[in-house]
């Protein structure tokens, strides 16, 4: 394999260039205006790198062309973009794959250090400024029309050889994690902020496989990637990646053993939970509801948990945010058992009937599509003495009041359920409410009279000029003192 390896090596290598020494002296990061400037008045560096290569060593080899990829060159610029050395590196990155992919025999030490090194030289970068800042307009339009990062011509073929790198069987995982450290990998998650949706997919993929291949780094990778979403929902309220990360956690967590432990149920209220406070949550949510409904599923007591966090970060304002907490609500509620489910009820539907009275329909009527499910009917039917006398007076509000026909159908049905659930709960219900009402209404008659009587007696003594209020100082009581 080897020998073929360094036989298409050969065969790019130019005539003219071979065996130049002047490879030997080929500087390990290059910027891409001026280095190409000097590239195109000398002899080509990376033609002039991997000549010459007949007699050397595998690691000579493999080295000397991880040297030439070291050489970064700068795409936003309109000088040297046809530049030959750009479709050269490529090249040799393309046989790094191929080499990496297809190799038998394991990578040496010099040869790992320099595959991370090269990474690192080429992945971890500041991100333009333009992209990275901008007003909530820029924002939304660049939702609208994603970046997409002119290096990815060389970018894609480095992700794919780092693919390579971390599942390749040939890669000790103990010499490995000398070089893939701490630092390496929160750089690496760094670069979940990118605006090109191609390369967090690359970086979701290498995560998820560098996640299970070294298991020494998984602690830190749950800190440093809580440690995200804390900045992200407390400090910069924007983060391109969350949708990623969240589903490569969903595969971590479905991995978690029972009994969860400490660490990870703390993980799930403090940096989950809190996830749903950001008004970008649309963006993420079906990811972060599949978490937490696997974080359900392994310890069923966790759903009242789950569901006191949603209230908490209940919206108010948002309509179309709070048809999305009701959709993952019902999902929450599906995997609840009813001893969880009885200690956060009242709580939980006096939020329902709030919705079930919204001036929305569509969360109103979202609100009312609840009923339609079976295990959550089955838990409000065992528990009807407290629950209906909650919802009762939301039902009987929009059968009265409520604007919209579709909204007015839904209510009817559910009130027939509850008639035939407990015809007597619903009729007792039915009569507190009208008490209630009759009171309410008596109430508001009297502060009518009240304000009525005021602005009558104002009428009479109309108020003229500026009135000020002197308020006299009050001065202690002289104490006689006493003589011991």
Avoid at 262 to 275: I, N, S
Wanted: aromatic share 10%; charged share 25%.
């Amino acid at each position: 394999m080897w020998k073929q390896f360094l036989g298409k090596i050969s065969r790019k290598a130019p005539k003219s260039g071979g065996g130049s020494p002047k490879a030997k002296s080929l500087p390990s990061r290059g910027v891409g205006n001026g280095r190409e400037a000097e590239l195109s008045a000398s002899p080509p560096p990376l033609a002039g790198a991997v000549a010459g290569a007949e007699g050397e060593t595998r690691e000579g080899v493999f080295l000397r062309k991880l040297n030439v990829c070291c050489v970064v060159f700068d795409f936003s610029a309109e000088r040297g973009r046809d530049s030959p050395e750009r479709e050269r590196k490529r090249q040799v990155l393309m046989s790094l794959v191929d080499c990496v992919g297809a190799a038998e025999e394991p990578l040496t030490e010099a040869m790992i250090s320099a595959c991370v090194r090269m990474f690192s030289i080429n992945l971890f970068r500041v991100f333009p400024p333009k992209v990275r800042s901008g007003t909530t307009g820029a924002a939304e339009a660049d939702e609208d029309e994603p970046f997409f990062d002119p290096s990815w011509y060389h970018l894609q073929v480095v992700y794919e050889l780092l693919l390579r790198f971390v599942m390749s069987p040939v890669v000790d995982v103990k010499v490995a994690r000398k070089y893939v450290d701490n630092s390496f990998v929160s750089r690496l998650l760094d670069l979940f902020d990118s605006d090109d949706p191609r390369e967090r997919d690359c970086l979701k993929t290498i995560l998820h496989r560098m996640y299970g291949k070294f298991m020494g780094n998984r602690p830190f990778i749950r800190k440093a990637v809580s440690n995200i979403f804390y900045r992200f929902v407390f400090e910069t309220d924007r983060h391109n990646g969350m949708a990623e990360l969240l589903e490569v956690f969903g595969s971590v967590i479905s991995g978690f053993a029972k009994p969860l432990k400490e660490e990870h149920k703390l993980f799930l209220w403090k940096a989950l939970v809190p996830l749903h406070k950001p008004k970008t949550v649309a963006l993420y949510l079906p990811q972060l509801t599949y978490c937490i409904t696997q974080f359900i599923e392994k310890e069923p007591k966790l759903s009242g948990t789950v569901i006191r966090g949603l209230l908490k970060y209940w919206p108010v304002t948002n309509s179309q945010k709070e048809m999305m907490f009701l959709g993952e609500l019902e999902e929450v509620l599906e995997l609840t058992e009813m001893p969880e489910f009885q200690k956060c009820m009242v709580p939980l539907f006096r939020r329902i009937a709030h919705c079930l009275n919204s001036s929305h329909f569509q969360v109103a009527e979202r609100a009312l599509f609840l009923w339609n499910n079976e295990h959550l009917f089955s838990l409000i039917s065992q528990n009807r003495q407290i629950i209906m006398p909650i919802i009762y007076p939301a039902l009987e509000r929009n059968a009265r009041w409520h604007w919209n026909q579709s909204v007015l159908n839904v209510t009817m049905n559910v009130r027939k359920m509850f008639f035939e659930m407990d015809e007597g709960l619903l009729l007792a219900c039915q009569s507190n409410f009208q008490e209630e009402e009759e009171k309410r209404a008596a109430s508001e008659e009297r502060r009518k009279l009240i304000w009525e009587h005021l602005e009558r007696n104002a009428s009479f003594h109309p108020v003229t000029g500026d009135i000020g209020f002197s308020v006299l100082p009050t001065s202690a009581p002289l104490v006689a003192p006493t003589m011991t």
